[in-house]
């Protein structure tokens, strides 16, 4: 879990090529050992200890990462610009309450970014919490869940597949329904939809 140094590429064409943050195409094959691939976009998180990668997503202009922070005992944002690979925005989201599995999602237009993962109610409790980004990542507000299974029942932890936005204006995924706290070989998963807000 010490990662300090993340390597970001992408394809887009299935995997038969594969570019840096720049859209150069990188000589295959990748290394992909401890020391990295020196063509890759590299991003130099902040060193500390027990950091581990939470999600990822790559938008037209930025990265954006979100990870645990072990030695902060919270999770953390960073927005990258996606060219050159360089930190435009580092924050600790203590107030949120979001826990280690999170994911993104961005609507269609881009103007709207959301994280999307479990969040503590009580000891051994949890619930799914969504928090909402109109400013590319720039500051984070709750929306609140519609769906009553997902806010009432406190067995769910870690959404465990990316979320997608459906036409409707919905957020689709995947969670583990816990069925007891100390029993994590008794789980069943959970398809969920909720509605949104009304994008003003």
Known sequence: YQRIRVQYTYSDDSGRTWNNAAGKKLPLPLRADTTG?????????????????????????????AYWSTSANCLKYVRLNRATGSIE?????????????????EDAAGQR????????????????????????????????????RLSQHGGYFATTSYPSLTADGAIMGMTTDFKKPDQRSDVDPVWFKFQLPVKP
Do not use: C, Y
Request: aromatic share 4%.
């Open 37 to 65: 691939d020196e063509n890759a976009t590299t991003i130099n998180l902040p060193s500390e200890r027990g950091v581990s990668i939470s999600s990822l997503l790559a938008t037209a202009s930025h990265v954006h990462v």
């Open 89 to 105: 925005k580092n924050v600790a989201l203590k107030e949120n309450g979001l826990l280690m599995h999170t994911s993104f999602v």
């Open 113 to 148: 970014l959301f994280l999307l993962g479990e969040k503590q109610r009580a000891a051994g409790s949890f619930v799914i919490g969504l928090q909402m980004s109109t400013d590319a990542g720039d500051t984070w507000t709750p929306v609140p869940v519609d769906n009553p």
